[in-house]
């Protein structure tokens, strides 16, 4: 039986996709996040056996799945948002490969998409910003690659989507007001579409004492760039005059 790395959205039950519930239905065993999704979502897979996976480590998590398969079990390892963003999938899936175990994706609403819908932005407006680096920031984690400095994605002005960052917040706005100026617009949104959902929405001048002031710790996404102000121009695609024929 191969193993299922399902994509469980920002976290709300219903922003799952019908693929995603469908195999969560089908599920005797769901390994699932346990810092990051909403206790709805496992309502998709009643009658399975749920593995919190926030304090097991990456050889325990893969045991499990592995013995799982093993005995002709339907296995789910759900991740936060999509499973191509930070979601350890090339790890877990190396190791079952090396275990001679098959695995398959269902991707997912990533968080990202999430905190925009929630604050009514697009994050690539035309004459302000066609682009959007996704990125992270380095704490208690994996070291970044040198090539990927906060300050080389600045220089771009691009929108930043920035995860795992929430705790350093006050450092990287500093780091970023000189390429995006001080009234440069940055929301914050901590578990977007989950009941606990806060939105902040300030600039790098104050956003970080509104972090602060609400004790967001993890679990948030900060959004930055002068997209998520209204104003821009209009795209050449839907423009009346542009030749359709």
């Known amino acids: ?3 299922h790395f399902v994509g469980a959205g920002p976290g709300a039950a219903d922003l799952m996709t019908l693929r995603a519930a469908s195999l969560l239905a089908a599920a005797d065993v769901v390994l ?3 810092t990051y999704l909403d206790a709805e979502v496992l309502a998709h897979c009643p009658d399975a056996r749920q593995v919190d996976t926030q304090a097991l480590d990456l050889d325990q998590i893969t045991e499990v799945m592995v013995s799982a398969a093993a005995e002709g079990q339907e296995v789910v390892r759900l991740t936060s948002g999509d499973p191509s963003l930070y979601s350890a999938l090339a790890e877990q899936t190396a190791r079952l490969d090396a ?5 398959d994706v269902c991707p997912g609403v990533p968080a990202y998409a999430a905190a ?3 604050v009514g932005r697009e994050l690539t407006v035309p004459l302000v910003a066609q682009s959007v680096v996704l990125t ?3 704490a208690r984690s994996t070291a970044m690659p040198a090539s990927e400095s906060l300050a080389a994605f600045a220089a771009t002005r691009a929108t930043l989507v920035l995860h795992l960052a929430i705790t350093r917040t006050r450092e990287l706005a500093a780091s970023l007001v000189e390429e995006y100026g001080a009234d440069c617009p940055v929301v914050v949104v901590h578990r977007a579409s989950q009941p606990d959902e806060l939105v902040l929405r300030g600039t790098l001048a104050d956003i970080a004492d509104q972090v602060e002031d609400a004790g967001l710790r993890q679990a948030a996404v ?3 760039g002068r997209a998520l102000a209204r104003g821009g121009g209009e795209s050449w695609l839907y423009k009346a005059d542009r030749p359709r024929t």
């Open 1 to 3: 039986m191969p193993v």
């Open 32 to 34: 699932y996040p346990g």
């Open 99 to 103: 275990a001679g175990v098959g695995w």
């Open 116 to 118: 925009a819908a929630v």
């Open 136 to 138: 992270r920031t380095q």
């Open 222 to 224: 900060i959004l930055v």
